[in-house]
């Protein structure tokens, strides 16, 4: 399954009503009965506990309802090793691991939409509870002041201490949250952050959020940085993904990156461009995904895609034809920050 992060900070504003999806969440309050930040994390953790355990219950039932209602899965359970031994089919938890795991979509939407509340609303008090509230129900149309605002406060994917340290305690819950639930089949309910092509049809079904972010527009692209966000060079970017709760989520965080072709033309180029994988990777990174494609040539395949049929571009964790994409995705992936030297 997968869990849309930012419809639950909208809940969190909103009495724990979704604008697109209804009332999703418990009743809580709203954004203007929390007079301190850490009044709004409270609430904001409340209600991403309740999404947990809804989708854990929804989750529960389901694989009860394919063990009792004849889906065994005999040759899956014939294959899988342990589940002979045991005498249990695959569905009745014969096989050695049984966890079940929920992806989560929009991280950086999410950690950039809750500290831009943070600075701005109880840090620097530049923009009130009901102007953002405002802003946000009207699509920015009429604030685009306040959404140049939102968008120049900091973000993830810049090695920003507090921001890190933000992003790490909002996913850090959410691990722990999911964790402490066992499924039928007598393993764990795990997370993982590989969302492929979905963080475009996530971003459908969201209203604007407060890092700036339009309603309907894609969200970031698994654990990576919103496009075009991460302006502090590749060096940041790597701090920054590698301070989330990375080894709780089962090698599944990808970060998706774009590397341009010249640094890729010198043995000098390739050896910067490997010590920056390796540098992922002694950090505790999980998957460093590259596209190696210019915005030029993304942009003429857009415009002529007869000519340009064979352009394939990495999309959350695997890689696909460049003109299968959308509009809107296409434009994300356009819009990643591209590594040069």
Known sequence: GALGLPNY??????????????????????????????????????????????????????????????????????????????????EAGGARYNWTMFSFQGIATLIDSVMAIRKLVYEERKITQEELMAALKADFNGYENIRQMLLAAPKYGNDIPEVDKLGSELIGFLNKAFHQHETPRGGRYLTCCIVFSTYGAAGKTLAATPDGRHSGAVLNDSAAPSAGRDMSGPTALIKS????????????PVVNVRLSKSMLSSPDGMGKALSLLKSYFQLGGMQWQVSVASADEMR??????????????????????????????????????????
């Not at 209804?22 to 506990?49: C, E, N, S, W, Y």
């Not at 993904?241 to 599944?252: Q, R, V």
């Open 300 to 341: 003429a395949a857009k415009k002529e895609p007869e000519n340009w049929r064979n352009l394939i571009v990495r999309i959350g964790g695997f890689s696909i034809y460049f003109n299968s994409l959308s509009p809107e995705m296409q434009d994300s992936v356009i819009a990643r920050t591209e590594i040069c030297s």
């Open 9 to 90: 900070l909208w809940c969190t504003l909103n009495d724990g009503l979704d604008p697109m999806l209804g009332q999703i969440g418990p009743h809580t309050g709203r954004f203007a009965d929390f007079k301190t930040f850490d009044d709004f994390m409270a609430v904001l953790k409340r209600q991403m506990q309740f999404a947990v355990d809804g989708a854990v219950a929804n989750s529960t039932r389901a694989l009860k309802d394919r063990f009792t209602q004849g889906d065994p899965k005999m040759c899956r359970t014939l294959f899988t090793r342990d589940c002979v031994k045991r005498r249990k089919s695959f």
């Open 241 to 252: 993904t590698t301070t989330l709760p990375l080894s709780d989520m089962l090698g599944t």
